[in-house]
């Protein structure tokens, strides 16, 4: 998965730097510590130093593998000053942290059983006013015309069903899963944080599409073959093979990434 969340992370680059932009107004002073929890490779780790270069930038994360890359990208591009990485299995190992002005988690809170929980963990390291933001949900992935000229039109849309479905399965069999509405401004409230607005922001890497988006989308349509292949129709099954075909997403004229990412952020109380 590690090229794969990194090939994403690049897809998502401009989104999270338009992001950080409006983290930046709803924060009432320059952020010296951030962190950024499930941080995988580090591109947003990444994004958010550039945008913050007062900050120490902390990508927090339980792979090993994934935080390597962190480092190295922050390297590469001149921030190792101020990029640093911590493993924990969250939402434990945040101990060694308090006084945090910004938590960013993208992707990341969705993995783990009971979320409410989570978000009220991550709460607990912020200092007083600081900031929590929160990337889950939005639109689904769009990559083709509606009628792409293979199996039935509509394929997308039953693609998202399949996968949310899966998406359903994936929850239910977490450690500790609750069974929760995923209204993250409620969320948040329930772990005791003041919701202080949400915003979505648009992912669109037009036709033709680059060699990293059509990596990203071959790999994607392949897991979604393994992990929801029982799930289509023949049809749909058989429109997926040929997408994955030499002649299929790798090289049609056009693939497209078109996508949006929704951050729910809240605030904490301020100290009494
Ligand atoms: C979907 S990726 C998101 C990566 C990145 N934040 C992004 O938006 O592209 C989820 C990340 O959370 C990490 N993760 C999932 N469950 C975890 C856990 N219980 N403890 C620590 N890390 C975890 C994974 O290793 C992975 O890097």
């Known amino acids: 998965m590690a090229d794969q969340l990194e090939r994403g992370g690049e897809l998502h680059r401009p989104a999270v730097a338009e ?115 929160v990337g889950e949900g939005g639109l689904p992935v769009r990559f083709l015309p509606s009628h792409p000229g293979v ?29 929760a509405v995923d209204d993250w401004p409620a969320l948040l409230t329930a772990a005791g944080l003041a919701p202080a607005g949400s915003r979505s922001f648009l992912i669109d890497h037009p036709a033709p599409l680059g060699e990293v988006g059509r990596a990203y989308l071959h790999a994607h349509l392949t897991r979604i073959r393994g992990n929801d292949g029982d799930r289509l129709a023949p049809e749909d099954r058989a429109a997926l093979d040929a997408l994955l075909a030499p002649d299929g997403i790798l090289t049609r004229p056009d693939a497209f990434y078109l996508t949006a990412s929704t951050v729910h952020t809240a605030l904490t109380p301020p100290a009494s």
């Open 19 to 133: 992001a950080a932009a409006w983290l930046r107004e709803r924060l009432p002073e320059e952020p010296r510590l951030i962190l950024d929890v499930g941080s995988g490779p580090g591109v947003g780790t990444c994004v958010l130093a550039e945008a913050f270069p007062g900050a120490e930038v902390v990508a927090v994360d339980g792979a090993d593998g994934l935080l390597e890359r962190a480092t190295a990208r922050a390297e590469r591009l001149g921030l190792g000053d101020r990029v640093r990485v911590h493993r924990a299995e969250l939402p434990g190992g945040l101990d060694a942290f308090g006084g945090v002005d910004l938590i960013w988690t993208s992707r990341f809170v969705h993995h783990v059983g009971d979320q409410r929980a989570a978000l009220a963990a991550l709460g607990g390291v912020l200092r007083p006013g600081g900031l929590l933001a």
């Open 151 to 179: 199996g039935r039109p509509g394929l997308q849309a039953r693609l998202d069903a399949a996968g949310d479905e899966w998406f359903g399965e994936m929850r239910a069999e977490l450690p500790g899963a609750v069974d």
